[in-house]
């Protein structure tokens, strides 16, 4: 009998010791890929999700810098900045740098990549040359193309002259100096895009399009019926990594012409950077801010809506 | 049979005419043309003296290599450049140890809440970087001064706030979830433990996106500009982009000297790029932009 209860105690012992094995093992096994995330979890949430929920706070209060001063004003940031003219007007030089922009640096990026996609002579060192802006810092870039385009000294106005144009002052007028910006985003823009379509135009089978052909089809069929419909995820990622990239453009308005002549290309989120940095209205910096990411999420879930895919 | 079919094939590889050749070699010249016209005119105008630069001319008379002895010393690019080689080393290999760590997770863990949290990580590469300006600039100040080391003007402000990469865990996250199941099955019959199944099984098979990331993270932390003209205030740890831009604003009339410091800023990037072309060029095409 009390050999029984000996044997009972240790079996319960030892069972105890498996569910606690067991347990420890789940313990373990569920904090483990949490404890992989840490790291990357509090980087983010500190220096990406804060900044956003932070931004999100102060527009609803006024623009002191200094902590103690400031004081809840409600929706009063936003409504000044939306009866701002100079905002409105920058929200417009946006939309008609962006339907400009965004369509030709698609297009071309499209184009370059299926001819950059075939078996033709001497491609690989086009392709070689062709992406050589993307390694080029906006500073430099910039740098480049507002040397190249000065309107005394600038090489551009050189080789115009050669051809019997008279000189261009490119960023000095604001008839022209949107399109000076637009030609200094493509230069980069571009080569970047077409990156994504020469990666996509590779992964479609060469078997397709052969046997497109053995059934007649021209080149240009088997493109629009055949090519085409397949990247169409691929021209998804490009046309909405180009919509992010330029309604949020920065660097070259901040480097060559600060939102002038005349704010004719005072692009949205420099005009956020001159209210808030320059003139120290950091609400409204803040409110233009919201108001931009809602713009840009608006036109994201447009282009999403329009190229959706059934499969 | 074999006559008849040879020549079909090999015309089809060239099947679309004489009219598509001559568009796209066109096409392509003016590319070609229009990336490298700027860059030889950089070339050649550090060459130059300075009026050969400020008027429109070509090729300078004589080649003035004292123009980059000058830029170095005037721009004190080597210093600047050490400086950007350590804050993009540190950004680099922090931002990989912590991106294979989460990739890790993401794609060979099961565990509850896994798709929302990535999916909320995925979401926050939409904030603009504008956003992140003020708020990380006061969290940083902050940091150093309840930390151990100040922030400001020092490495940890450089470095830290980019080593979360959203871009780096979503792309390495693509390539470890495609690694075959029985290569893990493998090694746990042998008895392998999830840091042995990382180091020895993931890591190795995924040099390519690895490759990817340091390539483009050291094009982005060696071009960074606006973040570090915020946080620095002496030159001490101040980086080459933010040295040119200096440089930039200090000399604007001596064309032939930015030009020549343009010329030594971008040979480091130039060399990475070419070295890694090739490899850099397949892994995009590899990494699943099919989602």
Not at chain 1, 4 to 28: C, D, E, H, P, T
Not at chain 1, 196 to 214: D, M, R
Not at chain 1, 227 to 243: E, G, I, N, S
Not at chain 1, 262 to 284: A, C, F, H, K, P
Request: without cysteine; hydrophobic residues 55%.
């Amino acid at each position: 009998m009390r050999g029984g209860v000996f044997k009972n105690a240790s079996s319960l012992f030892s069972s105890y010791l498996n569910v606690r094995r067991k347990y420890m093992k789940i313990k373990q096994k569920n904090l483990a890929p949490y404890l992989l995330l840490l790291p990357a979890l509090a980087l983010l949430l500190v220096f990406r999700i804060y900044p956003m929920i932070s931004t999100v706070i102060e527009s609803f209060y006024t623009n002191n810098l200094t902590a103690d001063a400031r004081e809840f004003v409600g929706f009063a940031n936003f409504t000044r900045v939306l009866s701002d003219q100079i905002f409105w007007k920058s929200l417009k030089v946006t939309f008609v740098f962006n339907l400009i922009n965004i369509p030709i640096q698609v297009f071309l990026a499209l184009v370059v990549a299926v001819i950059l996609n075939s078996r033709a002579r001497g491609i690989s060192l086009f392709r070689s040359i062709v992406m050589i802006p993307i390694a080029v810092s906006p500073v430099v870039s910039t740098t480049l193309w507002k040397t190249m385009m000065d309107y005394n000294a600038g090489v551009l106005n050189g080789l115009l002259a050669l051809v019997g144009i008279p000189r261009q002052e490119f960023f000095l007028v604001k008839e022209q100096a949107l399109w000076s910006i637009v030609i200094v985003t493509a230069w980069k823009g571009i080569p970047y895009m077409m990156i994504f379509f020469l990666a996509g135009l590779q992964e479609i089978p060469v078997a397709v399009l052969e046997a497109a052909k053995i059934d007649g089809a021209s080149s240009w069929q088997s493109f629009f019926k055949i090519t085409l419909p397949l990247l169409k995820r691929v021209f998804a990622f490009v046309l909405v990594t180009d919509t992010i990239l330029n309604l949020i453009l920065f660097a070259p308005i901040w480097l060559i012409t600060k939102g002038g002549p005349q704010l004719s290309t005072n692009l949205i989120m420099y005009e956020t950077y001159r209210r808030g940095m320059v003139y120290g209205d950091l609400g409204g910096s803040s409110a233009m801010l919201i108001v931009v990411i809602l713009i840009v999420a608006i036109v994201l879930g447009l282009q999403f809506l329009a190229l959706r895919t059934d499969d | 049979m074999d006559k008849k079919s040879k020549p079909k094939k090999k015309q089809s590889y060239r099947s679309h005419g004489r009219g598509w050749k001559i568009f796209s070699y066109t096409i392509l010249f003016i590319g070609a043309v229009v990336s490298l016209v700027p860059f030889i005119w950089m070339i050649l105008t550090s060459f130059m003296s300075l009026g050969e630069a400020m008027g429109n001319t070509w090729i300078p008379k004589e080649f003035l290599w004292s123009n980059y002895a000058e830029a170095w010393g005037e721009a004190k690019l080597s210093s600047y450049i050490l400086n950007s080689v350590i804050i993009t080393t540190i950004t680099l290999t922090g931002e990989l140890i912590v991106a294979i760590l989460a990739a890790y997770a993401f794609s060979r863990m099961h565990f509850p809440g896994r798709d929302t949290i990535f999916g909320i990580l995925l979401s926050t590469m939409m904030i603009p970087g504008m956003v992140l300006m003020i708020p990380n600039l006061l969290t940083v100040t902050w940091l150093g001064r309840v930390g151990p080391i100040p922030w400001m003007d020092n490495w940890p402000a450089l470095t830290i706030p980019f080593m979360g990469s959203v871009f780096a865990i979503f792309l390495l996250r693509q390539f470890f979830s495609q690694i075959p199941d029985e290569l893990f099955d493998a090694a746990k019959i042998d008895g392998a433990g999830h840091f042995r199944m990382l180091t020895q099984i993931v890591v190795p098979l995924s040099t390519a996106p690895i490759l990817v990331i340091i390539v483009l993270s050291f094009i982005g932390s060696w071009n960074a500009l606006a973040w570090p003209l915020l946080v620095t205030s002496t030159d001490k740890w101040l980086p080459i982009a933010v040295g040119l831009y200096n440089f930039v604003s200090d000399e604007g009339s001596k064309v032939q000297l930015i030009m020549a410091g343009t010329v030594i800023t971008i040979i480091p990037i130039l060399g990475l790029y070419f070295l890694t072309q090739k490899q850099f060029t397949e892994s995009i095409s590899r990494s699943g932009l099919k989602g």
